[in-house]
């Protein structure tokens, strides 16, 4: 075997808390981390003939060029490894991004764990994950949901009740790095200490009819885009009226709305489609 075709899904935050700025500069956060049925659909292939790295994109476009994560992993899985042949990437895009959604984190994931059913190999994923991206060791997971601390790399899984949900992006464009520069700048000081625990528990029973998600889903960036992002303003505006269950994932700039039906969610892929540049409807995985 010298290619492997598989999905790379997409992820939303089920709520997100800054709760410090680490000794390395990141921060650190509390977050439960949900997979969706979205995916970006990847073939990863060995070729023993040729050397180096080819990444090929379709659907979203997306930079197919050492910037793209799935081509950071490829290549730094050949540092690590010590494999001399050619790797080949087939992307093709499903998951905007940026869009809080970790699309670019679960490629990385994806081919990373590819490459390692094609050759055999005992190295440690979770490792060079965690130095491709924050998000990354939960794609490396194939879990499908977990609650996250840390850089989000520190993982505990968890079970949470499954959901049909509309994702919505804004338009905006909010790179992380400027998000979190919003935050240390106007987010009120809350990095300076650490504040109580947002997930105690760690256990979300059930979603009665008629009651909101068992997951508190609110964002700490949110109050900060809204007031700079008239997309994020106008689709938060939206969204709320459609469901009590939404909020904004990740550092944005896409939302969900959370539903116990597929009706209900249909209805609400209805109501938004055509008034943002993408509307989708996913569920839980």
């Known amino acids: 075997m010298n290619s492997v075709s598989l999905e790379a899904p997409a992820k939303i935050n089920l709520g997100l808390r800054i709760t410090g700025i680490r000794p390395d500069g990141f921060h650190s956060i509390e977050s439960v981390f949900s997979s969706v049925t979205l995916c970006d659909h990847l073939t990863v292939s060995l070729c023993s003939n ?49 869009g809080g959604l970790g699309g670019g984190s679960s490629d990385a994931a994806a081919v990373l764990l590819a490459l390692r059913e094609l050759t055999d190999s005992s190295l440690n994923l979770s490792r060079m994950g965690e130095r491709l991206g924050s998000d990354v060791p939960f794609f490396l997971l194939a879990g499908k949901s977990a609650f996250a601390a840390g850089r989000g790399e520190i993982l505990t899984p968890v079970e949470i009740p499954e959901f049909h949900c509309v994702l919505v992006h804004s338009g905006d464009n909010i790179p992380t790095p400027l998000a979190f520069e919003l935050w240390d700048k106007y987010g009120g000081g809350l990095t300076e200490t650490r504040s109580q625990g947002h997930y105690t528990a760690l256990n979300f029973g059930v979603w009665h009819e008629g009651k909101t998600f068992p997951v508190r889903l609110n964002n700490h960036f949110l109050p900060i885009l809204l007031e700079r992002f008239p997309g994020v303003a106008r689709t938060a505006l939206e969204i709320s009226s459609l469901s009590d269950s939404w909020g904004l994932s990740g550092s944005g700039p896409s939302f969900y709305a959370l539903f116990r039906s597929e009706t209900e969610a249909m209805e609400a892929e209805k109501q938004l489609f055509g008034k943002f540049p993408w509307v989708f409807r996913c569920q839980s995985r």
């Not at 730094?76 to 905007?96: T, V």
């Open 50 to 98: 040729d050397s180096g790295v080819s990444l090929i994109c379709s659907g979203i476009p997306s930079p197919a060029d050492r910037t793209n994560l799935a081509f950071k992993a490829a290549s730094m899985f050949i540092d690590e490894s010590g494999y001399r042949g050619g790797i080949s990437i087939s992307l093709h895009k499903n998951i905007p991004s940026p």
